[in-house]
């Protein structure tokens, strides 16, 4: 590269044709390194990628790349009916190389391969690098997964062999097989490399975290468990200027107090001395005066300090971030550690998936169910729930037992939070339903939102306080990719939301540093069987 590849966003405003604004003068550049872009979502990361890729245009400022841009959005679709090699932006070069290997020597074909004579060994090998050398280049999309269509489209950015790399929550959708493969192409890329994820392990490959926060970029330098301790250090700093500035404002309200009481003595006291008329008229008319506008100038005084330590509280209250945290007690999904709570034997599943030989869960255990797409997970759950009969074989559940599904369409759109609640809790009382929902942050008003209009980390907390706060009390609660889609604020939610829940536990999904964060008793590989395993053992 002649040139050193660079992203420049430059008093960068941009605006919803509805009026919302999500940047109002952005400054921000980003260099050579892998970056990761965090915030909560709706913080506008999406929005700067697609910005600085060209495909939205600023409402005002300018974004100006240096270098070649790729950009991998977070929902890709391909066409089912494009071969791989289409897929792959290679197709025509491909054809007139076969044409020039047959004797076809027209000018034509020259031009479209240009200097790129290795093209299908790049590509060959660069399939083979994200684990998809089985596919091979002659094969329709609609023959690959979902997970497998995201790494073609990331294959495909690599063959342009960019200078700007743009990542938008890559690994959603992919099982661990394929995390480890992208893992291995983000550590071997250089140049410039934006990443918004909310997949820990691989927010730790980058180099520095850009935190994207009311519209505004705050730098920090290492990968993202550097960023959580410097922040954890911030805010341990940020609430100890809170105190200080909270015991300023109190100290500042008393002695405004107390200077009130003081000149209403005064006066009092000067009323007296002019009822009985002790000195001369003139000199008490004069000492009036002077009390006056002695006492207006120590309000003023005081009422300009408390207006200060006020400011300074409200400064420092800023700087503190809103972190709610759910804590919840639920003794009732408590499981004595003999108590069977699940039998599976020799299941055959819907949709052709097999699991062979057996399973016996007792206690309150912390199953980690993890395997290929397409192993059958979701449909395992979904059996395990009675929501789909198994072919052959058992599945029975012992204990009461609630299941969430990543689509979380638990939940009715038309009712409220609380509504949406009490389907799952008919005999519980209002009160009681709003008092154990204001643990998980639905407080006052907000129970009464339509579960349509929440955002997808309330609408995912509103889901889960329905299972969790259901009767009779969940025992055995099944999760299936509960991080897919949740900002790092709800993830941080969901971890502490099970801490406290003592029952049995199944969660499916390919998302590592979660699982140890909940701790997992138990990590089983979904094969044809299910086998103990380790996360270190996939890939």
């Known amino acids: 590269m002649s040139h050193t590849p660079s992203i420049t966003c430059t008093s960068l405003s941009f605006s919803w044709p509805d009026g919302t604004v999500v940047f109002d003068d952005l400054q921000a550049t980003f260099g050579s390194g892998r970056i990761g872009l965090v915030g909560v979502n709706g913080s506008g ?26 950009h991998l959005p977070q929902n890709v679709t391909l066409d089912t009916a494009l071969r791989v090699d289409e897929a792959l932006g290679i197709a025509a070069t491909r054809a007139a190389l076969h044409a020039i290997e047959a004797g076809d020597v027209a000018e034509g074909h020259f031009a479209t391969v240009g200097d790129d004579w ?53 690994t959603n959708n992919l099982d661990l097989y394929a995390r480890r493969r992208l893992y291995a192409a983000v550590e071997a890329w250089s140049g410039v490399m934006v990443v918004v994820s909310h997949d ?54 008393r002695e405004l107090a107390d200077a009130q009481v003081k ?47 006020r400011e300074r509280l409200d400064e420092a209250a800023l700087a503190v971030r809103d972190d709610d945290v759910i804590r ?41 169910l993890i395997g290929r797409n397409g192993a059958g997970k979701t449909t395992l759950l979904r059996t395990i729930a009675g929501e789909l009969e198994p072919v052959a074989g058992e599945a029975t559940a012992h204990v009461p037992l609630r299941f969430l599904p990543q689509r979380l369409d638990v939940l009715d759109d038309g009712l409220t939070v609380a509504e949406n609640v009490a389907r799952f809790a008919p005999g519980v009382t209002n009160n009681r339903i709003r008092a154990r929902l204001a643990r998980f942050l639905f407080r006052g008003g907000r129970a009464d939102q339509p579960a349509g209009t929440l955002s997808g980390g309330e609408r995912f907390r509103a889901a889960l306080a329905a299972l969790m706060l259901a009767e009779p009390a969940p025992q055995l609660l099944m999760l299936d990719e509960p991080t897919n889609n949740l900002d790092m604020a709800s993830v941080r939610q969901l971890t502490t ?17 979660f699982l140890e964060s909940i701790g997992i008793t138990r990590w089983l590989l979904l094969d044809g069987e299910l086998t103990e395993t380790a996360p270190q053992a996939v890939g």
């Open 45 to 70: 990361k999406s929005t700067l990628l697609k910005l600085i890729a060209g495909e939205l245009a600023p409402s005002d400022g300018t974004v100006r790349v240096a270098g070649e841009v790729g």
């Open 118 to 170: 290795d093209v299908e060994e790049r590509a060959e090998a660069m399939l083979g690098e994200l684990g998809l050398g089985h596919i091979g280049l002659d094969r329709t999309i609609g023959e690959v997964s979902g997970g497998e269509s995201v790494l073609l489209r990331l294959a495909a950015l690599l063959l342009r062999r960019p200078d700007v790399l743009l990542l938008d929550e890559p």
């Open 200 to 253: 820990r392990e691989l927010l730790d490959l980058v180099d520095q975290i850009a935190d994207l926060r009311s519209g505004e970029i705050t730098w920090f330098g290492g990968n993202f468990s550097e960023y959580e301790e410097a922040l954890a250090v911030e805010q341990e700093a940020a609430e100890r200027m809170v105190r200080v500035a909270e015991a300023d404002f109190r100290k500042q309200k």
């Open 263 to 309: 000149l209403a003595r005064r006066r009092r006291y000067g009323q007296k001395m002019w009822d009985q008329k002790r000195e001369p008229k003139i000199v008490m008319g004069a000492r009036k005066r002077a009390a006056q506008e002695s006492a207006g100038k120590h309000r003023i005084m005081h009422e300009e300090k408390l207006a200060e330590a």
């Open 328 to 368: 919840v007690e639920l003794p009732y999904t408590a499981v004595p550690p003999g108590r069977s709570v699940l039998t599976l034997r020799d299941l055959e599943l819907a949709y052709g998936a097999r699991v062979e030989g057996g399973l016996d869960l007792h206690g309150p255990e912390r199953i980690a």
């Open 497 to 513: 939301a099970l801490e406290s829940y003592e029952g049995a536990l199944i969660v499916a999904s390919h998302d590592v540093p």
